[in-house]
């Protein structure tokens, strides 16, 4: 993947928990719950259907306000990456003016995983305005709820 | 799923065909060149990665002016549904501007193939263009193009 430096975001990080736990972590609702959203936001609830143009439908809590984001898996490979995006809803039903598509890819590393997310954007403004919202704190901080919730599961 | 008369456009026909036939037709660069825009416009150049997220690239000639259109395949279920859209190009890079997101089904029945094609869109004014640009016309044409060059391989 050639990334594009005016449409795309991407960070890496090793987390210290094997790849096959992470992914079960972004998979799975009951797990994805605990991680999801930079506490102390919470998820109100995940539907996940994990195949390709499966749904990935979930509903956050703001500040007492429920912001929902209903999407699509694009790409599930095992262990290795996951990608899906709020451009579709299920049945490859097509957004009015969708945001973004994340990539989450997983390698082995010393000391874990190799973390890899990158978003990316129809534009160079829904770029900057990911950027401004907050991606690297925002993501940095799930990578690090992510990393403490699956070691509770090794 | 579901259609919403306000954003799809969708038909059904009866290809004289069988459907490993049509299938082969739609997802192989030589037989695609054959049928894939109606004729006297002709494909120049046609690149196919036939995987999920693998691109499906084309060059069209429309009265000496060449025309590309760079895709992805969306879903692929062998002999019975193909996904593909302009809305990303190879690596999940969303496109500016996407048009539209079609899905060809293919399904037994007496004399051949049933053949729907539907294509979804953003929005109630680009599913009114792509009518008004003729799709039921020029999809129509495509599909007995298809029906006759998928004889000449029985």
Redesign the interface.
Known sequence: ??L?PE?DLSFSLTLNAPRAVIWQCWTQPQHLKEFFVPKPHFIESCDVDLR??GRFNTVMNVEGNSMSNDGVF??IVPDEKL?F?D??QE????????F??A?IELADTDGGTLYTVTA????AEACKAHKDMGFFDGWGTVARQLESYAQTLI
Request: aromatic residues 8%; proline residues 7%; glycine residues 8%.
């Open positions: 993947m050639i594009d449409t390709v143009g694009l790409e990608v995006t451009a579709y049945g490859w039903k097509p957004a009015a003016d969708p973004m598509t990539i990316r954007h129809r534009s």
